[in-house]
């Protein structure tokens, strides 16, 4: 039997409309938000957001909290959430709404490789990869206590640049597309800078875990050790450890050689440096060993892959 549908605005001032189905799962479709598919950005505004079954998609959602409450679902879980929280539901991540008391809420949706974001400042931000990467992996096992609860004044400030950045998306004027980007780096960043001054337990873990990661893409080129990393997280090695596997699915020895070998593959398609040289800029010193570790991951010889490069993602995978 099909679900109960309603159509709703996104804004008084704004034409865009989508459907959402009361119950049952769903994809909601990108050509549905995005008005350009080489331009995916969209802000959608929601007032007295229905009750909403659990549903997927393949972009990015930033979601802020401006009124009233509700329990967000996910396939494991429902969490409380109140006006000031903030939380990223990434790519594939099914999640729904229920028990809705004239809630408001507003959505950011982007697709960041398509937007072409510079994120390398950001990507060695400790609030960043806690608020974007850790809290959402790690969401179940600490039951949504990392998330993001803006104070009061930062939260007008944000909510003032997602204001902006609608009026932009709205209207279109000339040059549209650039402002548009600046807003929405504005609003990341200040997300992230003030994910870093929140003072909770899970919040502190997240960070302690961003900086070992800053760390080991900084100085994956140095002799690493676990008990170095375990040092700048302030943790046991086996703390560490398990929170790697919890959050990449790895242990931070192949976090590492991952991304070793995500550069060397980089580098040996920019160079004519010997395989050697190559294995050494990366920070592995045996060249034999480089050649198995390179052949393991990437499922050829470096010789190979620099006649016919194949795909080869390096960790983690991030906005």
Known sequence: MQSQMETFSTTDDSTALFPLPYHGHFSAQREDIFIEDEFPLAVIWLTDHPDLGLHTHDFTELVIVLAGSARHMTDEDEYSIHPGDVFVIPPG????????????????VYETTL??????????????????????????????????????????????????????????????????????????????????????????????????????????????????????????????????????AMSPIHFLNRLRVGNACKELLRSNSTITEVAERVGILDSNYFSRLFQQLVGISPSAYRKTPSSFTTPPSVH
């Open 115 to 248: 937007l072409n974001l510079p994120n390398t400042g950001l990507m060695r931000f400790p609030g960043y990869r806690a608020l974007f990467t850790l809290e959402p992996a790690f969401r179940s096992h600490h039951k949504f206590k990392g998330r993001l609860h803006l104070p009061l004044q930062k939260h007008r400030e944000v909510n003032q640049l997602v204001r902006d950045l609608q009026e932009e998306l709205y209207h279109r004027k000339d040059g549209f597309h650039f402002i548009c980007l600046t807003l929405l780096m504005q609003v990341i960043g200040q997300l992230s800078r003030v994910y870093t001054e929140i003072e909770t337990t899970t919040s502190r873990s997240f960070l302690r875990l961003a900086r070992v990661l800053q760390h080991i893409e900084i100085h994956y080129a140095d002799d690493l050790k676990l008990e170095d990393l375990a040092k700048i997280a302030g943790m046991s090695i086996r703390t560490l450890q398990r929170c790697f596997q919890e959050t990449f």
């Open 93 to 108: 991540v099914a999640h729904g709404y229920t028990g809705c008391n004239r809630l408001e809420l507003v959505n950011i």
